[in-house]
C-alpha cells in the first residue's frame, strides 16, 4: 500500500488511480467509489458535496481531494 504524507494509507487500487496527484477528476473518484459520474455530479449539486467530500472548483471542472477519498474507502468517514 502506498502512504500519502505519512497519514493516511491509500488502498492500491486508488494509489494506482491517484498516480502521486493530490485530486481526482470526478469519472476518476466515481470510478474509484463504484459510482456512476452522474450520480457524483448530482449528489454534488443538491449538497455541495459526495458522501461528505466537498470538491474543489477548477474552471469548469471538480477535483476530488485524494486523501478524503482514501479515508471514505478505508472507513474512515461516513
Same mark, same amino acid.
Given at each position: 500500500?502506498?502512504?500519502?504524507? $505519512?497519514?493516511?494509507?491509500?488502498? !492500491?487500487?486508488?494509489?494506482?488511480?491517484? +498516480?502521486?496527484?493530490?485530486?481526482?477528476?470526478?469519472?476518476?473518484?466515481? $470510478?474509484?467509489? $463504484?459510482?456512476? %459520474?452522474? %450520480? &457524483?455530479?448530482?449528489?454534488? #449539486?443538491?449538497?455541495?458535496? #459526495?458522501?461528505? /467530500?466537498? !470538491? /474543489?472548483?477548477?474552471? $469548469?471542472?471538480?477535483?476530488?481531494? &485524494? &486523501?478524503? /477519498? +482514501?479515508?471514505?474507502?478505508?472507513?474512515?468517514?461516513?
Amino acid at each position: 500500500m502506498a502512504t500519502f504524507r $505519512n497519514t493516511t494509507t491509500l488502498p !492500491p487500487a486508488l494509489a494506482a488511480i491517484a +498516480s502521486g496527484r493530490d485530486h481526482l477528476t470526478t469519472a476518476e473518484f466515481a $470510478n474509484a467509489t $463504484n459510482r456512476a %459520474t452522474q %450520480t &457524483v455530479r448530482k449528489n454534488y #449539486c443538491l449538497t455541495g458535496a #459526495c458522501f461528505g /467530500i466537498r !470538491p /474543489i472548483k477548477v474552471g $469548469n471542472h471538480l477535483l476530488w481531494p &485524494v &486523501v478524503e /477519498i +482514501s479515508a471514505l474507502l478505508n472507513g474512515e468517514q461516513q
